[in-house]
């Protein structure tokens, strides 16, 4: 292990308990785990058997597995990446919104246990508000922020250009592109592509311990 991953970790362990008892008093069912590996096997627990089971697009799932493990596993899984015509797909996302469990991460939370997402779409959003019965988020400790203004932050100008690299990055060359794409910074767009069109702040869990948080000691996704 590096010198930067041992230092990071040993911030994780001091920093996580006080972060998962803010997440708590904000009525977020709160986990901390060391490792992704134990993080996936976590949320697999959080699952019951049968479920269905449905996610946003997200690094950090891909990065610990879990995905595979959900699509293997006793769930009915709703994939949008089986659809065969964009309509198929977006019908797909709709369902998904009544599903009994929601994989996603997060772009970005405060050290006192609020939740920053940004969404182009809105489905990954929409999903933390309303709809399925649990929503499971898995997080590295390296989207942790001191304060929710400076995890806006995070989310628009580190966040959201990262992923409109990896979103578009397939687009043909008559797709719309946005400024980030071309420059790698929050140009605050109103670019027809833009993945940065909700913005929210989940600051209490309602109904209490509808939404369960991991939070991880590895840095993962954006």
């Not at 904000?26 to 590996?37: I, K, P, Q, S, V």
């Not at 610990?64 to 959900?70: F, T």
Request: positive net charge; aromatic residues 6%; glycine residues 8%.
């Amino acid at each position: 292990m590096h010198r930067y991953d041992e230092s990071f970790s040993k911030r994780c362990d001091l920093l996580a308990p006080r972060v998962v008892g803010a997440l708590q008093s904000r009525h977020f069912e709160a986990y901390y785990c060391r490792t992704g590996a134990e993080a996936a096997a976590l949320a697999l627990g959080l699952i019951p058997e049968g479920a269905s089971v449905s996610w946003g697009g997200s690094v950090t799932l891909q990065e610990i597995g879990l995905l595979d493990l959900v699509r293997r596993g006793p769930f009915r899984p709703l994939d949008r990446d089986t659809a065969q015509t964009p309509g198929e797909r977006l019908d797909l996302m709709r369902q998904a919104l009544l599903c009994d469990v929601y994989l996603t991460s997060v772009n970005a939370l405060s050290e006192d246990g609020q939740l920053v997402n940004i969404d182009g779409v809105g489905n990954r959003v929409a999903a933390f508000t309303f709809g399925p019965q649990s929503v499971v988020a898995v997080a590295g400790m390296n989207k942790l922020c001191k304060t929710r203004p400076e995890a806006e932050i995070r989310a628009r100008t580190y966040a959201a250009p990262l992923n409109a690299q990896r979103v578009l990055a397939g687009a043909g060359p008559e797709a719309v592109k946005t400024p980030c794409q071309h420059t790698g910074t929050c140009a605050d767009c109103k670019s027809s592509a833009c993945i940065c069109s909700f913005l929210i702040t989940t600051r209490m869990c309602r109904p209490a311990q509808r939404i369960k948080v991991i939070l991880v000691g590895e840095p993962l996704g954006y």
